[in-house]
C-alpha cells in the first residue's frame, strides 16, 4: 500500500513540474531574425531602428508595381525629330479589355473634362476651341470618329499621344493616371465601333 502511495505522489508530483511554466532555452538560434521576426507599425515611429542595428527604410523594393497598379508604359518618349518610339507604340496592347456601364460612364466623363473642348462632344473634331472655324483655335482638332486614320490608329499609339503629347496635342500624364488614359482610349474606340456599326448597309431581306 505504502508503495502504491509513493508511486502515486511520484507520478502527481512529476505532472505538477510538467504542466508548470518552466522556462526552457531552445538552444543556438542560426539565424535569429528568421526564428523571431520584427513586427512593425505601419505608421510608427522608426527613427531609432538604426540605433538597434536594424536598416529599415519602407521603400518598395526597385522594379517592383503595387498590387492593383496597372503596368507602366514601357516605351519612352522619342527625341526631337525621331519617330521610332512612336511607331512602335502601336504594338502595345490596352490593359482594359472591356469596361462596366459605370466605368463607360466614367471615361465618358473624363473625355468629356479632358478631350471634348478640342476634339467634341461627338468626337468629330469641333469642340469649342474650333466651333466649325469660329472658335479661337484656328486647325481642326483630330476627328476621331468618322476619320479612317484615327478609327485605324492603334490604342497603343494613341496612349503614346496622350502620354507624351504629339504635334499641337500637349502630354495629359499630369491630368490623367494611366489607367485613366486607357479608360478614355477604349471609350473612344468603342465610339468608332458604334459609328462604323450604325454606317453599315442594312443586311438584304431574305426571299
Not at 522594379?63 to 507604340?89: L, Q, V
Not at 473624363?110 to 469660329?134: A, F, R, S, T, V
Not at 503629347?165 to 471609350?187: C, D, E, F, P, T
Request: include cysteine.
Amino acid at each position: 500500500m505504502k508503495k502504491l502511495l509513493i508511486i502515486a505522489v511520484a507520478a502527481t508530483a512529476t505532472t505538477i513540474v510538467a504542466c508548470s511554466d518552466v522556462k526552457r532555452t531552445p538552444g543556438t538560434i542560426y539565424m535569429p531574425d528568421m526564428a523571431t521576426s520584427r513586427a512593425y507599425e505601419s505608421y510608427a515611429d522608426h527613427s531609432n531602428l538604426t540605433e538597434k542595428g536594424i536598416h529599415y527604410t519602407a521603400m518598395p523594393v526597385e522594379g517592383t508595381i503595387a498590387r492593383g497598379s496597372e503596368m507602366p508604359f514601357h516605351i519612352a518618349k522619342d527625341a526631337p525629330g525621331d519617330t521610332t518610339n512612336y511607331y512602335a507604340s502601336r504594338a502595345v496592347a490596352n490593359p482594359i479589355d472591356s469596361m462596366t456601364e459605370t466605368e463607360t460612364k466614367e471615361a465618358e466623363r473624363l473625355y468629356q473634362i479632358n478631350c471634348g473642348i478640342c476634339h467634341g462632344n461627338k468626337l468629330d473634331g469641333n469642340g469649342p476651341l474650333y466651333k466649325g472655324g469660329e472658335g479661337p483655335y484656328a486647325a481642326k482638332p483630330a476627328t476621331l470618329v468618322g476619320d479612317a486614320k484615327y478609327e485605324s490608329m492603334p490604342e497603343g499609339q494613341m496612349f503614346y499621344s496622350v502620354a507624351y503629347g504629339k504635334n499641337m496635342m500637349g502630354s495629359y500624364a499630369s491630368q490623367l493616371s494611366r489607367k485613366q488614359r486607357w479608360m478614355v482610349i477604349k471609350y473612344i474606340k468603342g465610339k468608332q465601333k458604334e459609328a462604323k456599326a450604325n454606317a453599315a448597309p442594312a443586311a438584304p431581306a431574305a426571299k
